[in-house]
């Protein structure tokens, strides 16, 4: 059995960051992540942040990315690639398949921040090929330089699917249009303008109908919705499209915290079951922490702050990190974070934290 002080379970920005917060104050950091390549969704994100310079406002991405994989490797974290935690069990023991083999490995904290996965929404011919969620399209886009179709319809109007949408143009698709049940745009502005400059009609309150085609997607059909979201017969429209991208929320990846034991709550703002955890990212399993879309669905640069949190709980707890230092880079931190949890959305998300907590407070 290979013992660790911590692993990280993803080496996305959560992952990175709780590792670079910890191995800097000395802590041996071991990161596993299932893919090929580390980072996670920064390097599908080729555009700019924004906000303020600590949240690296003007910086896409992919250098977001490089810059964390690169001080990681300089701290000495070990990235272990092609990596599968297969679960959490007592003591803070894991199966980890890397590559063909099966490890045991125990450690004495763990950060799970294995992100996120897509939602979808069934409707008939759903399981035609070109239905694919917007991740997929962006990946395939920004990673692999292959444009998913020629013409698409994206579902969605929240900040993935109009920073996607954009995304395509980019790609050289065309975007027949935008999408959304709901009957206001979702997104930032900010994103939603630069799609709706290039012509792409938003139709609010219009959900889909139907997907049609041979053997992969010819035409979709939408229809419109009322206040209390039944269609309006007689409303349908339908565009000539080869892909359909369905970009309706995500739901944490929270399989592996859940099999660990950790207390686990319902909150729908958050994205679903969210594990409960304290202000340092801890869940009811000592030495089980948190960070990034498993703990919530938020921004990337949201993620970010919660790896640091967490890293640098866990260098604390460890002894690593005295308990005034903490204290004083922990608010700093706190400090950040409270410049992305504002406005409705974000006050939303700050009450349910709060709620997390007070779950973990009995």
């Given at each position: 059995?290979?013992?660790?002080?911590?692993?990280?379970?993803?080496?996305?920005?959560?992952?990175?960051?709780?590792?670079?917060?910890?191995?800097?104050?000395?802590?041996?950091?071991?990161?596993?992540?299932?893919?090929?390549?580390?980072?996670?969704?920064?390097?599908?994100?080729?555009?700019?942040?924004?906000?303020?310079?600590?949240?690296?406002?003007?910086?896409?991405?992919?250098?977001?990315?490089?810059?964390?994989?690169?001080?990681?490797?300089?701290?000495?974290?070990?990235?272990?690639?092609?990596?599968?935690?297969?679960?959490?069990?007592?003591?803070?023991?894991?199966?980890?398949?890397?590559?063909?083999?099966?490890?045991?490995?125990?450690?004495?904290?763990?950060?799970?921040?294995?992100?996120?996965?897509?939602?979808?929404?069934?409707?008939?011919?759903?399981?035609?090929?070109?239905?694919?969620?917007?991740?997929?399209?962006?990946?395939?886009?920004?990673?692999?330089?292959?444009?998913?179709?020629?013409?698409?319809?994206?579902?969605?109007?929240?900040?993935?699917?109009?920073?996607?949408?954009?995304?395509?143009?980019?790609?050289?698709?065309?975007?027949?249009?935008?999408?959304?049940?709901?009957?206001?745009?979702?997104?930032?502005?900010?994103?939603a303008a630069k799609v709706a400059r290039h012509g792409v009609p938003f139709l609010m309150s219009h959900t889909m109908k139907g997907a049609h085609g041979k053997e992969k997607v010819e035409k979709a059909t939408i229809i419109q919705v009322d206040e209390k979201w039944k269609p309006i017969p007689g409303t349908e429209k339908s565009?000539?499209?080869?892909?359909?991208?369905?970009?309706?929320?995500?739901?944490?990846?929270?399989?592996?915290?859940?099999?660990?034991?950790?207390?686990?709550?319902?909150?729908?703002?958050?994205?679903?079951?969210?594990?409960?955890?304290?202000?340092?990212?801890?869940?009811?399993?000592?030495?089980?922490?948190?960070?990034?879309?498993?703990?919530?669905?938020?921004?990337?640069?949201?993620?970010?702050?919660?790896?640091?949190?967490?890293?640098?709980?866990?260098?604390?707890?460890?002894?690593?990190?005295?308990?005034?230092?903490?204290?004083?880079?922990?608010?700093?931190?706190?400090?950040?974070?409270?410049?992305?949890?504002?406005?409705?959305?974000?006050?939303?998300?700050?009450?349910?934290?709060?709620?997390?907590?007070?779950?973990?407070?009995?």
């Amino acid at each position: 059995m290979r013992r660790c002080e911590m692993v990280s379970i993803g080496a996305g920005p959560a992952g990175l960051a709780g590792a670079i917060e910890a191995a800097r104050n000395g802590v041996e950091v071991v990161a596993f992540d299932e893919n090929e390549r580390p980072g996670g969704q920064l390097f599908k994100q080729i555009h700019k942040f924004f906000g303020s310079s600590v949240h690296q406002a003007g910086v896409r991405g992919f250098n977001i990315g490089n810059s964390l994989l690169d001080e990681a490797r300089k701290l000495g974290v070990e990235v272990s690639l092609k990596s599968v935690v297969l679960g959490i069990y007592e003591n803070n023991v894991m199966n980890v398949m890397i590559r063909d083999k099966i490890e045991q490995v125990k450690a004495e904290r763990i950060l799970v921040a294995t992100g996120a996965s897509e939602n979808m929404i069934p409707f008939p011919g759903w399981t035609l090929p070109g239905v694919i969620g917007a991740g997929a399209a962006q990946t395939m886009a920004n990673l692999h330089g292959i444009r998913p179709g020629k013409r698409l319809l994206m579902v969605g109007s929240g900040n993935v699917g109009v920073v996607v949408a954009y995304q395509m143009l980019q790609a050289g698709c065309e975007v027949a249009a935008v999408i959304d049940a709901a009957p206001k745009i979702g997104g930032y502005g900010v994103h939603a303008a630069k799609v709706a400059r290039h012509g792409v009609p938003f139709l609010m309150s219009h959900t889909m109908k139907g997907a049609h085609g041979k053997e992969k997607v010819e035409k979709a059909t939408i229809i419109q919705v009322d206040e209390k979201w039944k269609p309006i017969p007689g409303t349908e429209k339908s565009f000539d499209v080869d892909t359909i991208c369905i970009a309706v929320g995500l739901n944490p990846m929270n399989k592996l915290v859940r099999m660990s034991g950790c207390k686990t709550v319902y909150v729908p703002v958050l994205g679903g079951l969210i594990p409960a955890h304290n202000p340092n990212q801890e869940t009811s399993i000592p030495g089980v922490y948190v960070a990034g879309d498993v703990s919530g669905i938020e921004e990337a640069s949201t993620a970010i702050i919660e790896g640091r949190i967490a890293g640098l709980a866990i260098a604390n707890s460890l002894d690593y990190l005295d308990e005034g230092p903490f204290i004083e880079q922990r608010n700093q931190q706190f400090q950040n974070m409270e410049g992305l949890r504002s406005g409705s959305h974000g006050d939303a998300r700050s009450k349910a934290k709060e709620y997390l907590n007070a779950v973990m407070k009995g």
